[in-house]
């Protein structure tokens, strides 16, 4: 079955940096575009950042543009987001997504960002 496992998150200051990972399992991960997305408490859940298939295309959400950069290793069967210069709003739980036929979504790794 389908397994998304994310990791990396953790407590940085604002201007810190993470590198969240997420382990993909279960189906050919190299066929699939990923996406991360981002829940904060009380908000909906929001598209972060996407790559598609072969890595060749990515796009982020305004609020990342230049600070975050999303990339895919599918030798490993993982996907990254690298973030830069955190603030505080980026606080919040991340998720790992995979569109096929059905959302599929790990169980997120929580970043907080203390001002």
């Known amino acids: 079955q389908v397994q998304l496992v994310e990791s990396g998150g953790g407590l940085v200051q604002a201007g810190g940096s993470l590198r969240l990972s997420c382990a993909a399992s279960g189906f050919t991960f190299s066929t699939y575009a990923m996406r991360w997305y981002r829940q904060a408490t009380g908000k909906e859940r929001e ?23 999303i990339s895919r290793d599918n030798a490993k069967n993982t996907v990254y987001l690298q973030m830069n210069s955190l ?20 169980q997120g790794t929580q970043v907080t960002v203390s001002s």
């Open 87 to 106: 603030k505080p709003e980026d606080t919040a739980m991340y998720y790992c997504h995979v569109l096929r036929t059905y959302n599929y979504w790990g």
């Open 47 to 69: 598209l972060v950042a996407y790559i598609s298939l072969d890595g060749d295309y990515t796009d982020y959400a305004d609020s990342v543009k230049g600070r975050f950069t």
